[in-house]
C-alpha cells in the first residue's frame, strides 16, 4: 500500500502544472507556449517526441533524390493520372553556396538558395513569401538539412519550394558527423514565437531528462520487459529523444508501441471476456437432426474452414453466453450455407433466427435460397422487406407474433417496432459493412424484448465480404470472435483476370460476342469519372448509347447509373438476373453479394481509377456459377510496359500496382494487405463504421509484427492469470487504470 501511495505522490508530482517553467532553459513564457501545445508538465514534455530524425541513412544525397524524381517524372508524362503526380518527401543536407534575389514583373520578388553537397548535382530552395526573414535565416556557407517534396526541371536540378529547414550548425553538424542522430521536433506557431526553435528545444529536451527523467515510473511489468527483452521506460524515452544509432532508436520505438498495443489489446480482451459474461443467452445444443438432414443432402462436400465455423458456433451457443462472432469469407467462399445451418441449430430447439440482408434483391434471392434449403425439413421461412402489400405483411407479422415462422429473412425492415418475435434467438447480419453499429444495437434491443425475461440478448453473427487483414481485425473488430473461411470450395474456378489496353478493345468486344452466343451475360462497369453527378449521368448515358447503338447493335443492352432511385436499380438487377439484357452497363458500384450465375465476363473500364478492394469486390460478382468466368481490366495502352517492367520499388505508384495485384492474385486477403499498405486503414474501414482507434505510436500498416506479438503476450497474461491477481500483475493492473480508467473491480467482474 505504502509503496502505492508513494507512486500516485510521484506522479502527481510530475503533473504539477506549473513545473515546467522551471525547467532549465523554459521560464514562463515558454512554458505557456507549451501549455498552448498541450504540453502541461515535464512528463508531457519527455513524452513529446521527435517527429522525425535527421541521420545519415534517412537523408540522401541531391545525386540520389534527382535520380529518383527522373525514374518518377518518366512514368508521370506516359500517363497522365493523378495517381503519379506523387512525389516523395524527401530530406537531402548541403552547404548554401549562393543566395540570389530574383524580381519578375509586378515587382513579384524571388529568392533562390543554391545548395551543394558534393554529389555532383546541385539542388535549389526557392521562396516567394517572407523573403527578408529567410535571407537573413541562411546565410551562404551554412549547412542545412531539407527536407520536402522537390520538383525536377528538364536539366535534371530539383527545387524545393518553401520546405521545411534545419539548420545544421556546429554541433550539430560534429553529431551528424559521427554518424550521430539529430532529433526533429514539431514546432508550433505559438512554440516559434516564444523563440523555442528546434535548437533551444533540443537543449530544453536535454535539460528535462537530467532533471526529471528518473521520476518517469515503469509501466511494464519486469517479467514482459525480460520476456521480450525490451528497454525499460527510462532508457526508452532517452533513447528516443537522443538515439545514438539506428538499432537503439528503433527497439526504442518497439517498446513505445508495444506498450501501447498491449495495453489496448488487453483492454479490449477484458471488455469482451465481460461482455461474455454479461449478455446471458439462450443456451443451444448444436447437434440438430435438421442441420444433419440438410447436411448430407449437401450436393458438395463442406470446405474444412466451413465446418471449422461450425464447431465455432456450436461451441459459441451451447454455454449461456451470447455469441458475437465475425464471419469473413470472400465473396463466393459460401458464408451463406453455414449460416444457415447455423440458424438451423436454433430452429431445432424451437427458437426463431432473423437473417439480415443490406438490400432487396439480396433478401430476396437469400429467402428463395433458403426455401430450397428448407424443402424437405418442414419449417417456415419467410420474408420481410419493404413495400410488401398490408395484407401479406400483416399475415407475416402474425406468423413472426406466433412462433410459426422460424427463419425471417428481410433488409433493415427488420428493425420496424411494429414487428414482435416470438423467441428470437440467433440474428444473422450479411454483407456487415454496410450496417453501422447502432443499426446492429437496435437489433439486439429489439429481439432482447421479444423474450418475458428482458435479460436475454441474442446470439450475433456478422458476415462480411471485405476481408480485412489480421492486425486490423485485431484492433477494429476487437470485441468479436472472428471465423475466416480462407480456401474457396473445390470446384470453384479461378476468375481469368487480364488487364487489357484500350488498342485491345476489338478482341475483348469479340469475346463477349462469344460468351453471348453460349448463352453468358455480361457485365459492363464505367468508373464514376466525374465529381458532378449531371456530367456522371451524361457520360454514362454515352457510353451506353454507343455501346447498344454502334457496338452491340445486336444484343440487348441494360443500364445502371448512380442517378436511379434505389427500387429502379433493383429492378434493373432483377431483370438482368431474368436474362433480359445480354449486357448490363453500370456506372455505379453493382451491389455486393447479388448472385448471377449466369454472368461470366466482367468488364471494367478505366480500371485503373478503380480502388483494389472495389475492383475485386466488382470482380466478384462474376464467377458464381459452374461456368470458367473473366475479368478484363480495360486501360490505357501507356499502362502496357510499365506493368511489365514493374518492380516492387514502384510500390508507390499505386494505379499500376492495383492492376498488376489484381491479375496475379485472386485471394482477397492478399489484395486486403496491399490495399491497406496503399489507402491506409482509416479508408478501408471506413469512417463510418469503423470505430478505429487512433493510436499515437502506433502504425497499422507497418507494424503488424509488433501488434501480433502484443496480442500473444495478452493471451498468455490472461492465461497465467485471468483476473490479475498475482502480484508481479499489479502494475498491469495500475496502467489499465492510468491509461484507460479501468477499474479493480472490473477486472474482478471479467
Ligand atoms: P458468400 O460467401 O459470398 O455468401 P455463398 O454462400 O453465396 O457465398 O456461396 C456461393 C456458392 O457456393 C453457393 O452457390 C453455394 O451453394 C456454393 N457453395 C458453398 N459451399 C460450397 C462448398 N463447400 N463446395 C461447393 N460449393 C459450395
Ligand atoms: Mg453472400
Redesign the pocket.
Known sequence: MNENKDKIFEKQQLDLLDKLQFIKGIGPKRAEAFIKEGIKSSKDLLLYFPRAYIDRSGSNSIRYAANILARLNSIDSETNISDFNFSPEITIIGKVIAANEHIFAQKRKMLKLIINDGSGVSASIIFWNKINIFKSLYKTGMILAISGKPLQDKFNSITYTHPEIDIIDEDDANVYKQGGILPKYRISEFMASSHITLKTLRTIMQNVIKSDLRLITESLPNHILEKYQLPNIQETIKNLHFPLNQNILQLSRYRIKFEEIFYFLLKVELSRQKIKLNEIAVSINSKSTLARKLYDK??????SD?KKFLRDVADDIKNGQAMNRLLQ??????????AFLSMLMFVEEGYQCAFMAPTEVLAEQHYK?FLKYAEDLEIKVVQLVGGQKKLLRNNILDEIRSGQAKIIVGTHALFQSDIEYNKLALVVI?EQHRFGVEQRADLIKLSKMSYENRQLSPHVLV?S?TPIPRTLTMTAYGDLDVSI?KTM????KAILTRVVFDSQRQEVYEFVRNEIKKGHQIFIVYPLVEKSEKIELKAAIEHYEHLSKEIFTDLRCGLIHGQMFWYEKEEAMQAFLNREFDILVSTTVIEV?I?I?NATVMIIEDAERFGLSQLHQLR?RVG?GSEQSYCFLITKDKFKYKIKSMNDEDERTSAIVRLKTMQETSDGFKIAEVDLKLRGPGDILGTKQSGMPEFKYLDLINDADIISNAKIAVQEILKDDPKLQKAYNSLIKEQLYVKYGISQSYIQIA
Open positions: 449437401l450436393p458438395f462436400e463442406l470446405t466451413q469469407g470472400d465473396v463466393g467462399s459460401g458464408k451463406t450455407i453455414v435460397n450479411d458476415m465480404a473461411i470450395p473445390k470446384n470453384r453479394g448472385d450465375p466478384g458464381r
